[in-house]
Every structure is written in C-alpha cells, then in structure tokens.
C-alpha cells in the first residue's frame, strides 16, 4: 500500500542510462549526488555541464511528501492550478498539529477534536486528488517516509526543511515551500540551484556512547549553521558504511541545521538491511542490481578534494558524544568540556527536562539504546531527576517498541509517551509553567533549539544531543554529569555508574503494526467534495495575488529594519499560530513579530510612519495596505533560516511589502520570495545596510529592464532630506522574473493551464 514499486522500477530503468550521459557531458568521475541530480534532470535540462553554485536546472522529482502545518498552504495552491490529480506519487502527514501536554492518548484525542476541521480538509483534498493520507497518530513525516517510500537513487522534495532525512537511504531529498510542492504535483519541473558539494569522509568506527548523532552535532560545529548553505553533504568511507540506515538518517535530517540543501549516504548493506526490514527486500534486490550507480565512483572517494568544493574528514573511533547550544545547534560540545562550559557561562546546570525522539532520533536503534540506560536506572536504583519524554517517530515504531517492552522500560523510569508526533519539537508543547518565561534548561534529541522552539519561553536554554546522552543527563538530573566518567548516587546512597548504552539497529522479531494510520486515496476523484467552511477562521480559499503594475516602484515605507538572526520562527512564528496555517489572513497577524527593530532593539514595535506612533508589525503593515503604499523589509545575514514554512513569504506579499533587501538570504526562503512575486534582494556592500534609517521613504528602480544578473537601485530617502542610492543584488533567472511580473509562479501556472 504504501510505496510505489512500479515507479521505482521505472526510475531505476532510466538510472543507469542517464548517468553514463551524464558521465561523457561531464568528463570526470561522478560523485553520488551528481550520479542522482543528473539521473533527475528534465529532458529539456540533460546533456549539459551546470556550473556548482550558479547554474538553475530543472529537474523531475519522483515524489512529493507534506506535513499538515504546510500541507493545508500547498494544497490551496495546488487547488487552484486546475488539475484533477497529482502528477507524481504525493502523501499527506498529519503531525505537527498535535499538541504535548499529557500523554498519548489523551493528546491525540484532544488534537483530533481541534484540529478536525484541517484533518477533513486535508484528508478530502488527498482523497480527491490521488494523494496517500496518512491520519494523525501514524507518525512524524520524515520516518514514515524512511519507513515506506524513501528509495536509494530517488528524488523527493518535501514541504518540511527535515525532508533530507531520506538522505540516510540514498535518496536527493530536499526540503521546499509549499509552492514547489504545488509546482511539482502539477506536473511542472522543479528548479534549484546546482549545488556545491561537501563531501565528509567517515573513517573508524563508533563505539560506546557516541552515536550517528554526535557525527552531525560535530559536522554542526564544523561548518556552523550558514557552512552548507548552496551545497548538498555526501557521507561516505568505512565509518560511513559501518552506520545504520537510520543513524544516517539522522545524520541527514539535521544537516539541515548547517543549511545544506541536503545530506546523502551511499547504497550499502546498511540500506538493504533496513529495506528488507520494512518489509521492501523487492526494493533492496532491485537496488542490488545498479549497487554501483547508488553510490560515488571509486576514484571520487580515493581523492575527494579533487571532485568536492570541501572535504572534512572525521574518525569515527575517536569521535565523542556531543552536546550542542544552547539557543543555536551548532554551537557545538564534547561532553569532556560540557560540564565547564555550562558553569563559565552561567547556563542553569539543573536539568527540568529530557526529551527523545522526534523525526530525527526515534529509530528502533535509538529507542533500545535509551531503554538500556533507562532499564540500568532501574536496576541500580536510580532515580531519574529530571521530567523525562518519548517522542515515537511512526506507530509501526510505537508499536514495534512497545511490544519489546522498552516502552514499559521507559515507564519504570518515569518516563512519559508522548503522541507519535512533532509535539515539543515545533512548540506544540503545553509545559506546565513556561508562562512565567523562568530560566531552565532542558535536552532533547530534537534538531533545533532556536530560543523559544520548544516551549515558547525565550529563558529555556536547550540543548541537542543524542538519546543516548539525553537519557543519562534526564537520569542525572544535571547538565554537569558526563555519563563516561562520573558517577550519581543511588536511593541507597550508593555510588553507581551508567555503562555503554547497548541496542539492535533493527528488531530481531521484525516490525510490526495493527494500524499504521494510512488512507489511500479514491480511485476516481472527480466526486469527492473538498471540505472547507465558508466561516472557518483555519481555513480560506486563496485569492491571486495582483500582477506587478509593470513601473518602478516609489514612495515606499520602511516596514522594520531588522536586526541578526531572522529565522522563518521570527517572521511567521510556529506555536499558537500553528492552527491559522490554512488562513493567510489570519496568519498574517504574525507577520515578523519575533523579529528585532534595529533601532529599538525590541521586537513587534516599529514606527507607523504615517502616525509617527510604535505599533505592532502586522498592524503597521496593514495600515500602510489601507493607505495603498507599499513597503519593504530589510534584514541582516541568512535571512529567513529555519524551516521551509512559505507563509514567511507569502504573509509580506498579501499585507502589501514589496521586497525583501538583505545581507545573504537563506535558499528557501528566497525562493519562496521569488514564488509569491516579491523582489528578493541583497546588498552589493552589505555595510550599506547601516545606512538605513528609521524614517526612510524608498524606490525601487530598474524594474521595466528586470533581467538575470543585472542589478537594481534602491534609494533610500532620508528625513533629513538626503539620500543613500544602493545597488541591490538578486538572483532571478528569466522564468523566476516572470514569476514577479505575473504576480506569483502560481499565477503563471493559470495562465499555461488556460
Ligand atoms: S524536526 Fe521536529 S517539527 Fe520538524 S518534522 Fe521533525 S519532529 Fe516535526
């Protein structure tokens, strides 16, 4: 039911002939990642050298996945291109709405009363157009995906930035807004920016605490949250080749967190291990049979500074657990200089909270190595300090570990089931307490900890580790225990010690499920009615945005000048307005509330020039919408980081900013820009961004000559009655400038389809 075998069979008909192409166009040996993208390529895009880091090219993804949060924006778009069905094999996962607060059960029940109308909404408009519907309680998106439709030598996008998770099984998974997504179900080629490659050789062996998470905690640390950005990450060598399939998951999932585009291993014993252990040995022996193109050519790996833009190198067998943060994940700790770290920095050193699983570490693996410590805690009668929680990433691991009694394990402890859902991970997480915005830390074995994530509380310091080390520190109480060298003191008053955690990659007696939560959709859709209410504050059918009015654009208003980190949380922040999502009137009221006014270091306070008064970002904005003048946004390095969420675009462009001017723009966001018909600009001398001020009035020239690689001019009008003249950089190409003339990528799409 769940994957497509017939169109992998197809795929890996076109493989090998697609590559060897490739391979006499190019020349040289062939990494992985490039054996992949040029087997993708559309027709129109094959039989041509891209240049890393500048060339756009088409290509053909074989899949489509979507979380609910995105899912309800990227279908309302996709409604209105006009097709019956979509064009490739797509799926729905009903995760990120479901709220943490007590346990499973309850949570579930709770979310499936409050979260109805979205839930029918989405599973109608799956039923209708041919799309795989997967219910609330089945799982995190990204290890349902591993589980049932990742394939080695595939390509996904997904509408969640942890879509390369899939990486771990061979496949170009890429994270993408919403927009793509509709693009691509249409039918339409998907564009990206041919990436640069990193490669990171793996050598050694892990052993003992360290695990898959603590390559990634290091790799963070390496190349920090903007090292990746523009560039896919191949894993590969022994060390590579000696991990689980969904250790490299893991690897690839928070490689999203250096920016990368994405994160791929190569095809091995591993992958073919945990193919046939989910039930597709059909899809293992198929793999078997092009082994040699799902991976890099011999030469590429013997001499990799030939053929990657960078090459790190790690040794696995000397590798130590990590623990990274607090407030960013790449600020990256051994657990040896941890403890020191914690009290230098005045970090509070009680631990409130533990948290493990997510779509990131929620594996069999990583469930019995946890279970391990936790079954010592009870054995040796520990008592574990700290509030501890367990995040199931899908039902067929629930069920799967709650068979083998590491559920009940975990109880023992004191620990708490939570929903098999992204619940904490998103700030769908109702922590008793976190209203009084109180100083504590926690430890999860999420992926990001940006402040506020977890709970909403800009005073919770968490950091990232793995299970593993979770675990331990929940047990302990204490970020200052190092599991590999101290010891804690037993309700007897005894000195005890954790030994190595000890676990199986996959369960000896197999998976298993009752219900893994999967609708499959109507064979004929044309009768099924999509449910969305007229009145409904959660949902609203999408009007098109204007075309632009074909003149250079004057008289606009600064909107905010904002200052350091503004991540896609800063301009449509998660949490509470998780439930508006399907709404982007509605929605828009958070338009870029998190993010900080260079000129009052605050953050929702701007100056409404029109009244001279502070006020609200959202409601500034509107005001200068009723007043018909435009606005724009300008901002500090990586712009819009975080997730993929294209509300952070598509908010601007229906309360009326016209461009977005910058420092550096994370890709996703900047597309997504470029997809809602909104200029996306850098500055060519990013100091000019000083220049800037509180009052200014702004044009923007050079539109009517809008082309590739030609700049425009922003002058920015001061109070005083000078004036700065900037020269702005983009990074249109001819289709993305009609895109912005047309008013958005989805009104072209109309325009074909008419
Ligand atoms: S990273 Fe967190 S929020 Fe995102 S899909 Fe995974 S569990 Fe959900």
């Known amino acids: 039911m769940a994957f497509d075998i017939e169109m992998i069979k197809e795929v890996y008909a076109q493989i090998p002939s697609r590559i060897e192409a490739a391979r006499k166009v190019v020349g040289n040996p062939l990494t992985l990642t490039e054996k992949i993208l040029y087997a993708h390529l559309t027709e129109g895009a094959a039989s041509q050298v891209y240049k890393r880091g500048t060339s756009y090219v088409d290509f053909q993804p074989d899949r489509v996945a979507m979380q609910d949060a995105t899912a309800q924006m990227a279908l309302l778009q996709f409604m209105q291109a006009g097709r019956s069905q979509v064009a490739v094999p797509s799926t729905v996962h009903c995760d990120h709405l479901i709220q943490a607060e007590i346990g499973a059960n309850q949570d579930l029940s709770k979310a499936k009363d409050k979260n109805k109308e979205v839930y029918d909404f989405l599973a109608s408009v799956s039923n209708k157009y041919a799309i795989g519907f997967w219910k609330p309680g089945a799982g995190i998106i990204h290890q349902v995906v591993l589980e049932n439709y990742a394939f080695p030598g595939g390509m996904m996008i997904g509408t969640d930035s942890h879509t390369p998770n899939a990486g771990g099984l061979g496949m170009i998974a890429i994270g993408v807004g919403g927009a793509d997504a509709c693009d691509v179900m249409a039918g339409l080629p998907w564009e990206l920016k041919f990436p640069k490659l990193i490669g990171v050789k793996l050598t050694g062996k892990l052993s003992g605490w360290t695990s898959a998470k603590d390559v990634i905690l290091k790799v963070a640390g390496i190349l920090t949250v903007k090292g990746g950005t523009g560039a896919i990450v191949e894993y590969f060598g022994e060390g590579a080749r000696s991990l689980s399939a969904t250790g490299k998951g893991t690897i690839?999932?928070?490689?999203?967190?250096?920016?990368?585009?994405?994160?791929?291993?190569?095809?091995?014993?591993?992958?073919?291990?945990?193919?046939?252990?989910?039930?597709?040995?059909?899809?293992?022996?198929?793999?078997?049979?092009?082994?040699?193109?799902?991976?890099?050519?011999?030469?590429?790996?013997?001499?990799?500074?030939?053929?990657?833009?960078?090459?790190?190198?790690?040794?696995?067998?000397?590798?130590?657990?990590?623990?990274?943060?607090?407030?960013?994940?790449?600020?990256?700790?051994?657990?040896?200089?941890?403890?020191?770290?914690?009290?230098?920095?005045?970090?509070?050193?009680?631990?409130?909270?533990?948290?493990?699983?997510?779509?990131?570490?929620?594996?069999?693996?990583?469930?019995?190595?946890?279970?391990?410590?936790?079954?010592?805690?009870?054995?040796?009668?520990?008592?574990?300090?700290?509030?501890?929680?367990?995040?199931?990433?899908?039902?067929?691991?629930?069920?799967?570990?709650?068979?083998?009694?590491?559920?009940?394990?975990?109880?023992?402890?004191?620990?708490?089931?939570?929903?098999?859902?992204?619940?904490?991970?998103?700030?769908?997480?109702?922590?008793?307490?976190?209203?009084?915005?109180?100083?504590?830390?926690?430890?999860?074995?999420?992926?990001?900890?940006?402040?506020?994530?977890?709970?909403?509380?800009?005073?919770?310091?968490?950091?990232?580790?793995?299970?593993?080390?979770?675990?331990?520190?929940?047990?302990?109480?204490?970020?200052?225990?190092?599991?590999?060298?101290?010891?804690?003191?037993?309700?007897?008053?005894?000195?005890?010690?954790?030994?190595?955690?000890?676990?199986?990659?996959?369960?000896?007696?197999?998976?298993?499920?009752?219900?893994?939560?999967?609708?499959?959709?109507?064979?004929?859709?044309?009768?099924?009615?999509?449910?969305?209410?007229?009145?409904?504050?959660?949902?609203?059918?999408?009007?098109?945005?204007?075309?632009?009015?074909?003149?250079?654009?004057?008289?606009?208003?600064?909107?905010?000048?904002?200052?350091?980190?503004?991540?896609?949380?800063?301009?449509?922040?998660?949490?509470?307005?998780?439930?508006?999502?399907?709404?982007?009137?509605?929605?828009?009221?958070?338009?870029?509330?998190?993010?900080?006014?260079?000129?009052?270091?605050?953050?929702?306070?701007?100056?409404?020039?029109?009244?001279?008064?502070?006020?609200?970002?959202?409601?500034?904005?509107?005001?200068?919408?009723?007043?018909?003048?435009?606005?724009?946004?300008?901002?500090?390095?990586n712009y819009g980081e975080g997730s993929s969420r294209e509300h952070a675009a598509m908010e601007p462009r229906f309360l009326g900013v016209r461009a977005i001017l910058v420092k550096s723009f994370a890709r996703i966001h900047e597309t997504n820009l470029k997809k809602q018909g909104m200029l996306a600009l850098t500055f060519a001398n990013p100091s000019d961004y000083d220049l800037i001020q509180e009052n200014d009035v702004i044009d923007i020239n050079g539109l009517t000559t809008f082309a590739p690689g030609k700049s425009l001019e922003v002058i920015f009008h001061h109070a005083d009655g000078t004036s700065h003249t900037v020269v702005a950089n983009h990074t249109y190409n001819e289709g993305q400038i009609e895109w912005f003339k047309a008013g958005s990528a989805l009104n072209l799409i109309k325009e074909a389809k008419a």
């Open 252 to 637: 690839c999932n928070m490689g999203a967190e250096i920016g990368a585009t994405t994160s791929i291993f190569g095809y091995d014993e591993k992958s073919a291990a945990y193919l046939s252990g989910t039930g597709r040995s059909d899809i293992a022996a198929l793999a078997d049979g092009i082994a040699a193109h799902l991976t890099g050519d011999p030469e590429v790996y013997a001499n990799p500074e030939q053929y990657f833009d960078q090459v790190i190198e790690i040794n696995l067998s000397e590798l130590e657990p990590h623990v990274n943060g607090p407030f960013t994940p790449d600020l990256a700790w051994p657990i040896s200089k941890f403890a020191a770290a914690v009290k230098e920095n005045g970090w509070p050193a009680k631990l409130d909270v533990g948290l493990i699983g997510s779509c990131t570490n929620s594996s069999y693996e990583d469930i019995s190595r946890a279970a391990s410590l936790a079954q010592q805690a009870v054995d040796k009668k520990l008592v574990a300090k700290s509030e501890y929680t367990i995040t199931p990433g899908s039902e067929q691991v629930r069920f799967t570990v709650a068979r083998d009694g590491f559920l009940d394990t975990f109880d023992k402890m004191g620990g708490v089931v939570l929903a098999n859902a992204c619940g904490p991970c998103i700030g769908q997480w109702a922590r008793h307490g976190a209203e009084k915005q109180e100083k504590n830390s926690i430890i999860t074995s999420f992926n990001r900890n940006f402040a506020k994530r977890a709970d909403g509380n800009p005073n919770t310091h968490a950091f990232v580790a793995s299970p593993e080390i979770v675990t331990a520190l929940a047990i302990a109480g204490n970020l200052t225990f190092n599991p590999l060298t101290d010891t804690l003191t037993n309700s007897e008053g005894n000195q005890v010690r954790l030994e190595e955690p000890r676990g199986l990659e996959l369960p000896t007696k197999g998976f298993s499920v009752e219900d893994a939560g999967y609708q499959a959709p109507a064979e004929d859709g044309s009768k099924v009615q999509v449910l969305v209410a007229p009145t409904s504050d959660r949902l609203q059918l999408l009007e098109s945005f204007a075309a632009w009015e074909g003149m250079d654009l004057k008289g606009m208003k600064l909107l905010i000048k904002a200052k350091g980190k503004c991540t896609t949380d800063h301009i449509s922040m998660a949490g509470p307005w998780l439930k508006y999502r399907g709404h982007l009137d509605n929605i828009s009221n958070n338009m870029l509330i998190g993010a900080v006014n260079a000129f009052n270091d605050s953050t929702n306070s701007v100056k409404n020039q029109l009244t001279g008064e502070y006020g609200e970002v959202p409601a500034t904005q509107r005001a200068y919408k009723a007043a018909g003048i435009g606005s724009i946004v300008v901002g500090d390095e």
